[in-house]
């Protein structure tokens, strides 16, 4: 079918429409509608990253450093909804599911405005990528202690990019705590009533599945135009 054929080469065209072409870009313009992200300072025991920094499909930073016992928090920005969803070193862009022994990994669900904390449990290697269409396949992935040689964290980005287009379009159940070699203890909580009350809520957002939603819509628009001009 011409329209499942086309529909690789769209989604890109799709998701840049959707998102504002800044993204791709690698020289983002600053304006009022750009989101910063506000990722406080690290302090002891603290690491705190910036999601989609500067509109852009990273993680700032995006291998990190983190002892046992670190919580790394993720804070994500108002414009664009992305998220911090734990894979494994072999499939960068999917989800870490439960099998034999391992239990399922975090996930943040498709998220704006709010932070996520992981607590790291071990030594061992966290692998993580956004969910968001398309966004790992173009190299939106993260590490917490990867090592410094064999499986680093370029390789695992690398090992996304190859993915590129070709990467499975994930669904968003929503936020999943716990995790692998790290445990995210709560859901994610709005970044303002965070910073502005120290007990730290757990509200969910539900933005995130909406928009997966609305860009549902616009994925089936898009292959409904193409199918018409297919035609001609
Ligand atoms: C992180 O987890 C460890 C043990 O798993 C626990 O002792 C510690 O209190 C946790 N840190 C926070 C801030 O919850
Ligand atoms: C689960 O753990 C047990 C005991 O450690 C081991 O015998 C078994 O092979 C493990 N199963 C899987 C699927 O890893
Ligand atoms: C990632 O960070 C680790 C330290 O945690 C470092 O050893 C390694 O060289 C870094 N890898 C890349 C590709 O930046
Ligand atoms: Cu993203």
Do not use: R
Not at 15 to 26: D, I, L, R, V, W
């Amino acid at each position: 079918m011409l329209t499942a054929f086309l529909l690789p080469f769209l989604l890109p065209v799709l998701t840049a429409a959707q998102y504002g072409g800044a993204a791709y870009s690698s020289t983002v313009s600053t304006t009022a509608a750009l989101a910063v992200p506000t990722a406080p300072a690290n302090t002891a025991g603290f690491v705190n990253v910036n999601v989609g920094f500067q509109g852009k499909l990273v993680y700032s930073p995006a291998n990190i450093s983190a002892p046992v016992g670190t919580i790394v928090t993720f804070y994500f920005p108002s414009g664009l909804a992305h998220s911090v969803t734990q894979s494994s070193f072999a499939a960068p862009c999917t989800y870490l599911a439960a099998s034999g022994n391992t239990s399922a990994g975090f996930d943040s669900g498709l998220q704006t405005a709010v932070q996520f904390s992981i607590n790291i449990t071990d030594n061992q290697p966290i692998w993580f990528h956004c969910k968001q269409v398309q966004h790992c396949g173009l190299g939106m992935v993260g590490s917490i202690n990867a090592p410094a040689t064999g499986n680093t964290f370029a390789a695992f980005q690398s090992a996304a990019l190859a993915l590129g287009s070709s990467e499975t379009t994930e669904t968003d159940n929503g936020p999943v705590t716990g995790g692998v070699h790290g445990v995210a203890t709560a859901k994610p909580a709005n970044t303002a009533s965070a910073a502005a009350s120290a007990t730290g809520s757990s509200s969910s957002s539900s933005s995130g599945s909406t928009k997966v939603v609305a860009s549902a819509c616009l994925a089936l628009f898009v292959a409904a135009v193409a199918g018409l001009l297919a035609q001609f």
